[in-house]
Structure formats: C-alpha cells, structure tokens
C-alpha cells in the first residue's frame, strides 16, 4: 500500500519568505505524484503533477517541485510567498498502474503567510 | 466548462439514519472517485467508479457504498450512521478510461455532520 508523509504540519511565514515542504512516500513501484491545494472555503485544486520526465516540474503561482527518486520525495518549493498563498497544501501519490485512479495523501501542510 | 458539482453541500444527520450523496463529474469525464476527508485521518480513498463498475475501494465497512450511472453521475450511500461519519466527503473526476496518467479534479464537497 501506498503512504504519504508530510511534516512541519504548521507552518508561518512572512510575506517574500521562501517556502519548502516536504513529502516522503513509500511505494516500491513507479509513482505519479501531484501537489494540491486547499485556499480557505474552496475546493482542492491542483498545483503541479509529475507523471515522467524532467523530475524538476513547474506549476501555477510560481510553484515548483521536485521528484528525487532515490529519497522517494516530492518536496514543494516556492522562493517568495505572498499573502494569498494562505491554503492547506496536499502531497498525494499514486501507483502508475493501469487503471488506478487511487489517490494516497498526506496529513498536509497549514501554511499561513503573515502581511 | 462546469466543474464537478456535489449535492448537498451541507447535511446534518442523526445517529443510526442513512445519506445519500451526489456527485456530478465535469462533462466527458466517466470516472468518479470519492473521498472522505476529517482532521484525524486526513484524506482517504473510498472507491472509484468507471463506466458503472467499481475499480477501486478503500479500508471502509460496508456500510459505505455507491454507484454509478450511465450519465457518469455517481452516488454514495452511507448507512447506519455513526458519530466518526462526520466528515467532508470529496468527489473527483478525470476522463477515463483509467490509464496510466490521469489528473483528479475535485469538487466542492458534501460536509456531513452526524449528531
């Protein structure tokens, strides 16, 4: 089975302060990996994917990861938070079988960006 | 294009009923998975659905279920409520047929409180 592990599940900062969170997950096959996010009163919306390829991905709001296969990681990345960046931040993985839609997440990350 | 759409958005229940929740994928998309998402345990897989055939099911009692339509609309039932029940319960959806590479879109939610 697959699982996700996120730490530092609060986290404050200020505004233009980088931000990095990490996630750790354990499957012995190969993964797709995503980052979602959850902005107060709204939906989880997806921030960036990795499916294959170049293991550094960009995603929207100048967020970026990066896949290190050997550290079954995916760790977030963002060099200069802003105010609205405010959300509960969600690493899920699934296995890159066939017909496997299933989604293992983490506990999250509560990030708050102080003004 | 509209997004996944869930009814109710709010239910308030007592121990011992019964719910029914909609879920409504975005259109052209035939599978739908859900997910039940608390404090305590985070965001966990329920099952997924495709082409009315359930694919996918997570580590919940069989008082959880759901179906499928032709439409693609897809249901869940829980019954016998209890009070751990209480939760934000997440639809998503993605194209299909399941493939090796495919992207969740999620709804809204239903959030179920169980007195």
């Known amino acids: 089975a697959q699982s996700v592990s996120q730490h530092n599940h609060h986290v404050i900062l200020s505004e233009a302060a980088s931000l990095e969170l990490g996630c750790n997950y354990s499957?012995?096959?190969?993964?797709?990996l995503f980052w979602y996010v959850q902005y107060p009163g709204q939906h989880l919306q997806l921030l960036l994917k990795?499916?294959?390829?170049?293991?550094l991905v960009k995603g929207i709001k100048g967020f970026e990861a990066e896949f290190i296969k050997s550290k079954f990681s995916f760790n977030l990345r963002k060099p200069s938070v802003q105010w609205s960046d405010t959300a509960e931040y969600f690493c899920?993985?699934?296995?890159?079988?066939?017909?496997?839609?299933?989604?293992?997440f983490g506990k999250g990350n509560q990030v708050v960006v102080i003004p | 294009k509209a997004g996944v759409t869930q009814t109710p958005r709010y239910l308030i229940k007592t121990r011992g009923q019964q719910v029914t929740l909609s879920c409504s994928p975005i259109?052209?998309?035939?599978?739908v998975s859900w997910y039940q998402q608390t404090p305590g345990q985070g965001l966990q897989f329920l099952f997924e659905?495709?082409?009315?055939?359930?694919?996918n099911k997570g580590n919940f009692p069989g008082r959880f279920s759901g179906r499928q339509f032709s439409n693609s609309r897809s249901e869940m039932n829980v019954s016998t409520l209890e009070l751990g029940d209480s939760a934000l319960y997440l639809c998503?959806?993605?194209?299909?047929?399941?493939?090796?590479?495919?992207?969740?879109?999620f709804g809204p939610g239903t959030r179920l409180t169980v007195l």
């Open positions: 659905y495709f082409s009315e055939t359930q694919r």
């Open positions: 990795y499916f294959s390829g170049d293991p």
């Open positions: 499957y012995g096959g190969t993964v797709n």
């Open positions: 899920a993985v699934n296995g890159a079988v066939y017909g496997n839609n299933r989604l293992a």
């Open positions: 259109s052209g998309h035939r599978s």
């Open positions: 998503a959806s993605s194209l299909g047929p399941p493939t090796l590479i495919d992207e969740q879109f």
